[in-house]
């Protein structure tokens, strides 16, 4: 029996049960991990998991069951099982359900991958990690952590549209963190970023990121931090380097423009959003320099895929257009109850959990300067980076984050580092005053986005680049 | 039962493919899960799963490695013994192995509910069902979940450990013009859970906290209820009393030291509730104190941050504790003496009527010149894990508190402060006497706490910024 087999077997059993539509997911995923500290390995985390998911929907109600096994007759048990907990969903029914339409294809799709990341040697991963955390804590780290992740996910959908789509998506990356520890606080450098970076690749990722090459530098820097000045407290000019911008737009933009949220679906948990609908189109978002785009068709980037987990092929659209909010990410059933013509923004973690509205790739294109010409075209100002602490409201409004280092800018110059810096604003205030952004764009991926209920880990991407926001608060603290 | 074979067949697997030298311990588990969710006053997700997991962590020439999957043919244990084999065989040293635990008796474990364990959709449709018919036609968010284990243990040094576990759990809101009440629950049994009456508690609070006010930020005096304590408690638990950040010195925590105020007890009692009676390295779970009367007493440890720190696994190791720590997941802040209940009548007038729901509550309030009454925290996130400062915001509900009165509905407030110096030495006015379970965001993990007023909360922004 296949896997395509079994998911079929889902479906029929579903319809046969009295749903009016079902698909199913089988999925198998390998995944790899390992953390080392302080120069010895720390854990290696090798996990096998494979198992189908089927979806129902009878009348305006959904139902949702998944098992560990492929078997004709667990397939079944779970396509009945799934069009049963809908039946009891319908005793407390909505509005008529609808799915935007969606062109039935068989095909077959997989991200691409040079270096296959679980066909290099457990050794050679360990060794690199050793390595980079020994030099950290040589040159004055406390705590030298370094880790790396990997996941090769095939899966194979099928619908009762028709649809037979196959797909394997390799993800990895990795990264260090050096901290030093002083008296009542502590002080924590990353590169590239804290827990990494991450795409759609194989191992050549990995190997790009130089983790030994920079491991000396951000030890020092993290004990360099611990005497440094802390970040003035007040409204400054605010540059942010890419990575901490990739965080801004992830939880500013981003989960605001996810229709779910903006309907209400996750009120109680994640939260709504400040959008409303009636102003898709002509809402001023941020300035004209903000260039948003939703894009799962970029090669490498985390929030890559041919398909989404409902079977909308990837396809590139705007969010944000010179300012002005113009597009969600959406799934076929929220883009149908909000009028609108588009899904394909729907994963699922794994075989166990139901498809909902996720990031995609979600990110900012670029500008016409440098970080360098920015940095030079500022006064008086502070440019922070590295994301350490990430806070939002339940709307995606009033945010507070803070970054490893800040370092100060005066007439034109970066000066003296800065320590636990922090700014605080209004989303669309905060984009409104970017006036200065750069080209020097990095696809940033992010894999612990956590939304739904029962919990869900999704893996986002989020083009970014250095730029400047005016007249931001700066440096709160306890 | 079959997870215990299951165990043991990965045991024996390891001793013939690694030879009598491997040290291995392995855990099977079934779950029966399901979550009922809904919006819009609508049921819109409604989940189940039934699964099956294999975990393995063995030692072999000084090298550990872990492996987990899904496939528990015999085909899939081996291979799955096999890959973990490989990886240890190729993987770097671990001079910090803290080697297996040894035959014990695991303590025995509640009783589970069957009925819980195999709920059916409907029972928990029909509770949903129940809370949005009693929000009085407010609109309502939430979920309503069961969830079953059944789970073994089993390592080459001859311990082996079994049991089960079940629980339930309702979260919900009601919403009047965009603000919310809540009302929140954990419970061993899915017919401790009355879905009415949470309901009508969160439309009354939603009720409470329409057309709030803008306050500036500042230090304010606050009554914090069960939902906003049981952040407090998490915080205090996944950074404060996790033994892997204590043995980095990242933790706050000083075992002897008067940390608290002398009115805060902290006790983590896993087997006070339907729970599993061991842990990821099969030690036997029992209740912890990790804080008496103010006195930090112990922090929570697995056998690698045991040997550490030169103290005995306390039974808190995790699946990734390696990276992640030893974590209290069942943690109780002991209530006070009980306030008293006439107080209930005075503390609210007009149309805050409804924003203090229980007598415990109204007797903290009763107390408070001026403050605040806050509801629930959320997306708390930690700006310095050493000295705890966190920065996050109020949510489900706000109210000023004048002369002992809640006078009026307040918008969200963003907070950065550092919870153990809020809940440190003189900085605790009052406890309720009766401890709340609130959920966790997973099954088996609650925060048990009464309302609590602290004598002072740094708010650093206001919902507009």
Excluded at chain 2, 430 to 448: C, H, K, S, T, Y
Aim: aromatic share 6%; charged share 20%.
């Amino acid at each position: 029996m296949t896997e395509f087999d079994a998911a079929s077997a889902a479906v029929q059993a579903a319809l046969d049960a009295g749903a009016r539509y079902a698909d199913a997911r089988v999925m198998h995923r390998r995944y790899e991990s390992m953390t080392a500290r302080n120069g010895d390995v720390e854990e290696l985390t090798q996990d096998e998991s494979i198992g189908l998911g089927v979806r129902a929907l009878v009348g305006a109600s959904w139902g949702f069951h998944a098992v560990p096994d492929l078997s004709d007759a667990a397939a079944r048990d779970a396509g009945r099982r799934a069009t049963r907990t809908a039946m009891a969903s319908a005793r407390v029914p909505g509005p008529a359900v609808d799915l935007v339409p969606v062109e039935a294809v068989t095909a077959s799709w997989a991200s691409g991958c040079q270096i296959d990341p679980l066909g290099v040697p457990l050794s050679d991963k360990g060794d690199l990690l050793v390595g980079a955390t020994r030099a950290m804590t040589e040159h004055g780290a406390d705590l030298a952590e370094g880790l790396y992740q990997i996941w090769d996910t095939a899966k194979w959908f099928v619908s009762s549209e028709g649809h037979r789509i196959d797909q394997r998506i390799r993800e990895c990356g990795g990264g260090i963190s050096a901290t030093s520890i002083g008296d009542g606080e502590t002080q924590r450098r990353s590169w590239p970023s804290y827990r990494g970076q991450y795409g759609t690749t194989g191992w050549e990722l990995v190997e790009s990121l130089d983790l030994a090459a920079h491991a000396a530098q951000i030890a020092e820097e993290s004990r360099a931090l611990l005497t440094a000045p802390p970040c003035p407290a007040g409204e400054t000019d605010l540059i942010l380097g890419g990575e901490q911008l990739a965080l801004q737009i992830h939880e500013s933009v981003g989960h605001a423009i996810e229709l779910d949220r903006i309907l209400g679906w996750e009120a109680a948990f994640a939260g709504t959003s400040w959008l409303d609908l009636a102003q898709l189109g002509s809402l001023r978002y941020g300035s004209e320099l903000m260039n948003i785009t939703i894009d799962p068709t970029i090669p490498g980037a985390l929030g890559s895929f041919g398909f989404d987990d409902e079977g909308s092929p990837a396809v590139k659209r705007d969010a944000v257009r010179g300012g002005r909010w113009v597009g969600v990410l959406a799934g076929r059933d929220s883009a149908a109850m909000a009028s609108l013509d588009y899904g394909g923004s729907v994963r699922a973690d794994g075989w166990a959990r139901l498809p909902m509205v996720r990031m995609t790739n979600v990110g900012l294109e670029p500008g016409p300067h440098t970080l360098e010409e920015i940095i030079a075209a500022t006064d008086d100002g502070v440019l922070m980076d590295l994301n350490r602490s990430w806070s939002i409201d339940d709307k995606r409004l009033n945010f507070q984050f803070g970054c490893e280092v800040g370092w100060e800018i005066k007439k034109g110059r970066r000066g003296r580092m800065l320590r636990n810096p922090t700014y605080t604003g209004i989303g669309p205030l905060f984009w409104r005053s970017m006036d200065m952004l750069s080209s020097e764009t990095v696809p940033w991926g992010t894999p612990n986005c956590g939304k739904g209920q029962p919990g869900q880990i999704g893996h986002t991407g989020h083009p970014a680049a250095p730029a400047r926001f005016r007249n931001v608060r700066v440096g709160v603290s306890a | 039962m079959r997870e215990l074979e299951l165990a043991g067949q990965v045991v024996e697997l390891v001793r013939r493919l690694g030879g009598p030298g491997a040290q291995a311990e392995a855990v099977v588990t079934r779950a029966d899960l399901a979550l009922t969710r809904f919006a819009n006053s609508a049921i819109h997700q409604n989940v189940s799963e039934s699964t099956v997991g294999v975990r393995l962590r063995l030692h072999l020439d000084g090298r550990t490695a872990g492996g987990s999957g899904s496939i528990v043919t015999a085909d899939g244990l081996r291979a799955l013994v096999e890959r973990t084999l490989a990886a240890a065989r190729l993987g770097p040293l671990d001079p910090a192995w803290p080697g297996l635990a040894p035959p014990t008796p695991a303590p025995a474990a509640p009783p589970v509910d069957e009925a819980t364990a195999y709920a059916e959709p409907d029972q928990r449709a029909d509770r949903v069902g129940a809370f949005v018919a009693a929000a009085g036609g407010l609109s309502t968010a939430g979920y309503c979940r069961t969830a079953h284990r059944s789970s073994a243990f089993a390592n080459s040094a001859g311990h082996t450990a079994s049991g089960r576990s079940a629980d339930a759990a309702m979260d919900g809101i009601a919403r009047r013009d965009g603000a919310d009440g809540v009302a929140r629950r954990y419970a061993d049994r899915l017919s401790d859970l009355d879905g009415a009456e949470l309901g009508a508690h969160a439309a009354a609070k939603a009720q409470a906290a329409a057309d709030p006010v803008e306050l500036p930020p500042g230090r304010y005096e606050v009554v914090f209820e069960p939902a906003a304590v049981a952040d407090l408690l998490q915080n205090l638990s996944w950074y404060g009393f996790n033994g892997k950040r204590y043995v980095e010195r990242q933790s706050f925590a000083e075992p002897g030291v008067a940390q608290f105020d002398r009115s805060v007890t902290l006790v983590d009692d896993p087997l006070g509730a339907s729970g599993l009676p061991f842990d990821a390295e099969g030690t036997g779970r029992r209740a912890l104190t990790l804080v008496e009367a103010g006195t930090t007493r112990a922090v929570a440890h697995d056998r690698r941050t045991a040997v550490e720190a030169g103290a005995e696994s306390t039974g808190h190791a995790v699946a990734g504790g390696a990276t992640w720590g030893p974590m209290a997941r069942n943690l109780r802040l002991s209530g006070a003496a009980a306030g008293p209940a006439s107080a209930a009548g005075r503390s609210t007038t007009g149309a805050a009527a409804g924003a203090v729901g229980d007598a415990d509550t109204a007797a903290l309030v009763a107390g408070v010149r001026r403050g605040l009454l806050v509801s629930d925290l959320w997306y708390t996130r930690v700006l310095d894990p050493k000295s705890l400062v966190i920065t996050g915001l109020t949510r489900n509900g706000v109210w000023l508190i004048e002369d002992g009165t809640v006078v009026r509905a307040v918008r969200d407030l963003r907070f950065t402060e550092s919870y153990p110096r809020a809940l440190g030495p003189g900085a605790v006015l009052g406890l309720g006497a009766r401890p709340v379970r609130q959920p966790d965001r997973v099954d088996g993990a609650w925060w048990a706490a009464p309302s609590v007023r602290l004598a002072s909360w740094h708010f650093t922004g206001g919902a507009s910024g």
